[in-house]
């Protein structure tokens, strides 16, 4: 059972690598990518933690990208996790996190919200990995907002206080980056983008185009229409399909490991791969 995705206290996970590694295969996942937010910190003890269990660890990392007006995510998948350019590149992204944090600060100050670097940086698990997740804990245990789905909703999405505009990476410097690294590059939760169909189009003729590999096809939040829609453009693009919970731990997540659907029957997944052997 492959789980391709999934979150640990280097990035915003709950659960340390090795916690997170001993739950995935308690549930039955014999193959698992640990891929943190544009961290690759957590793979070694990870896959000390699965040697252990005797499950198989995926080296993987999941990259931010600024698209059109869009942020996307691109998982990176067998990934040589010391390789230079990689390294370089994610060290880039985050950098730009704590600086994005800072104006993320000031704007819920404004907001009549003061304290939420600090705030933010005490629930943060690895120095320099802040996250919009990391805010919404604190403004959850402020009271500011009853739980993870509401403080999305009424601070730190898009035309809300919490929200500022940022550059991440292009889509073209995280597919060479992830294929320096000798990885498969995946296009992360297609179905979560607001974007029409034309316009996820356009984005997946671009990821072709720049080398992407494969899209996530069945992950936590994709309706049985999602897998339907992205099974057919797997087809049309001939992406590879790729799974996983995108889990960040027990009480946040929509779905534990285990939980998943299979892929559709015929369409080949990512897996197929020889860097996946
Ligand atoms: P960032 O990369 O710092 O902008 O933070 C994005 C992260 O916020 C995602 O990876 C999710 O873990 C989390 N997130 C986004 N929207 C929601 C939501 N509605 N409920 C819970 N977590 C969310
Ligand atoms: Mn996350
Ligand atoms: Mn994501
Ligand atoms: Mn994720």
Redesign the pocket.
Known sequence: MYDLHCHSTHS?GLLSPTDLVERAAGRGVTALALTD?DAVSGLAEAGDAARRAGIRLIPGTEL?VSWSDH?LHVVGLAIDAVHPTLIDGLATIRTG?IERAHRMAESLARAGIPGAFDGAMRHVTNADLV???HF?RYLVETGAARD??EV?KRYLNPGKPGYVRHRWASLADAIGWIHSAGGIAVLAHPGRYRVGTSQMRALLEEFKTGGGDAIEVVTSNHTHAQVAEFTALARHFGFLASTGTDF?GPGESWMDFGQLPALPIGLPPVWTRRELH
Do not use: I, L, N, P
Request: hydrophobic fraction near 25%.
């Open positions: 915003d937010h931010s942020t996190r996250s919009r997740t919404a993870m789905g999305f960040h």
